[in-house]
């Protein structure tokens, strides 16, 4: 019900930074817990990041943990990724996902951007 556009990706030097953002519809936004998915080629769809609807509380993976910064602007109905540091193996499409804060963890739901790429040249 909800729809989700990313945008801010494109090509950059390693050890630079890229900021994303994932614009979404509607007047519920506060309501999903939001998440940062990214997929390479030939691999798996990977957990970068996510965040509580209220924004008080963020999740990472471990290969980014300390060089990416997951935000969110209830009142822009948008969520961030700040990434710094990036590397090669950071290379991707990168998705963003509406989905809900189950405990202390971020469970994906069905609503899903687009997709922008991020190249991170050596």
């Known amino acids: 019900q909800v729809q989700l556009v990313e945008s801010g990706g494109g090509l950059v030097q390693a050890g630079g930074s890229l900021r994303l953002s994932c614009a979404a519809s509607?007047?519920?936004?506060?309501?999903?817990?939001m998440g940062w998915f990214r997929q390479a080629p030939g691999k798996e769809r990977e957990f970068v990041a996510a965040?509580?609807?209220?924004?008080?509380?963020?999740v990472y993976g471990n290969s980014v943990k300390g060089r990416f910064t997951i935000s969110r602007d209830n009142n822009k109905n948008t969520v961030y990724l700040q990434m710094n540091s990036l590397k090669p193996e950071d290379t991707a499409v990168y998705y963003c996902?509406?989905?809900?804060?189950?405990?202390?963890?971020?469970?994906?739901?069905?609503?899903w951007g687009q997709g922008t790429q991020v190249t991170v040249s050596s």
């Open positions: 996902n509406a989905g809900a804060w189950r405990g202390r963890a971020y469970s994906g739901g069905d609503y």
């Open positions: 965040i509580r609807g209220s924004g008080d509380s963020t």
């Open positions: 509607g007047r519920t936004f506060s309501n999903y817990a």
